[in-house]
């Protein structure tokens, strides 16, 4: 953390899925206590999202490679204990057919992984797909006390 922020003491605000980091950007320069970590799989949208971020000087803001699904936890790794107070997830692809399911991003692996390390309530948003939050639902509600779902 202190090699990707000017003070790596900030409460964290991590941001799976980020693409572009448009979301984040705004969100730092309105919240300038906090640092933002934004996380995203394609890698050329992580590089444009850095670049955005270093134009506009700000030094609260990050974005990084990452497979969420498969390195979420050692990223958390790195991320001193209660420093992140909070994960959004945005529009995941809900991958509507039966036989794609197992490419959800959000699952019960995930949903744990960051009931582990939030400190803060770990809240849902119900979009598009009904059966993809009721499921989400289901899990996440017998590893947490701290979930919510809207």
């Not at 693409?19 to 300038?32: D, W």
């Not at 992580?46 to 990050?62: F, K, S």
């Not at 992984?113 to 770990?122: E, G, N, P, Q, S």
């Amino acid at each position: 953390m202190a090699a990707v922020f000017a003070d790596p003491s900030l409460p964290l605000h991590l941001d799976i899925g980020c693409a572009r980091g448009r979301f984040l950007l705004r969100m730092a320069e309105v919240q300038p206590g906090w640092n933002y970590l934004g996380v995203e799989i394609r890698e050329p949208l992580v590089d444009e999202a850095n670049r955005l971020a270093a134009e506009a000087g700000m030094t609260n803001l990050h974005y990084a490679f990452c497979n969420a699904m498969l390195w979420l936890g050692k990223l958390f790794d790195g991320v001193p204990d209660g420093r992140l107070q909070m994960v959004t997830i945005q529009f995941p692809d809900p991958w509507f057919k039966k036989r794609h399911a197992k490419r959800r991003m959000v699952n019960i692996e995930m949903i744990d992984t960051i009931a582990r390390h939030l400190k803060r309530i770990l809240s849902f948003w119900r979009k598009k797909c009904l059966s993809y939050f009721e499921m989400i639902n289901g899990s996440a509600r017998s590893l947490s006390p701290k979930t919510r779902f809207r």
